[in-house]
Nanobody, 116 residues
Framework: QVQLVESGGGLVQAGGSLSLSCAAS????????MNWYRQAPGKQRELVAS???????NYGDSVKGRFTISRDNPKNTVYLQMNSLKPEDTAVYYC??????????WGQGTLVTVSS
């Protein structure tokens, strides 16, 4: 299996920036896609951003132009740089990796709170 350790998050004022990271250990060689999801209170979990092993990225409409996902393949680490944060970005952010042999692992989640 793959274990994910997230770091970053916290409290920031609107317009500020935060950075998240997620390091994967275990079956790192099986990882293809690395993703960030978020879940706000009372809402469904939604995809924030994803990145493939080749570096192709995809973003949710609400974060395009403000968030940047990147990864360090040798370190099996994915990052999420969040700029121009808005109160509606407040949520628990989850790291997710998918890959070979039905790999689908989730991090424990990290809270991001954006105050107005």
């Amino acid at each position: 299996q793959v274990q994910l350790v997230e770091s970053g998050g916290g409290l920031v004022q609107a317009g500020g920036s935060l950075s998240l990271s997620c390091a994967a250990s275990g079956r790192g060689a099986s990882i293809t896609a690395m993703n960030w999801y978020r879940q706000a209170p009372g809402k469904q979990r939604e995809l924030v951003a994803s990145i493939t092993s080749g570096g192709s990225t995809n973003y949710g409409d609400s974060v395009k132009g403000r968030f940047t996902i990147s990864r360090d393949n040798p370190k099996n680490t994915v990052y999420l740089q969040m700029n121009s944060l808005k109160p509606e970005d407040t949520a628990v952010y989850y790291c997710n990796v998918r890959g070979l042999r039905a790999l689908d692992a989730w991090g424990q989640g990290t809270l991001v709170t954006v105050s107005s």
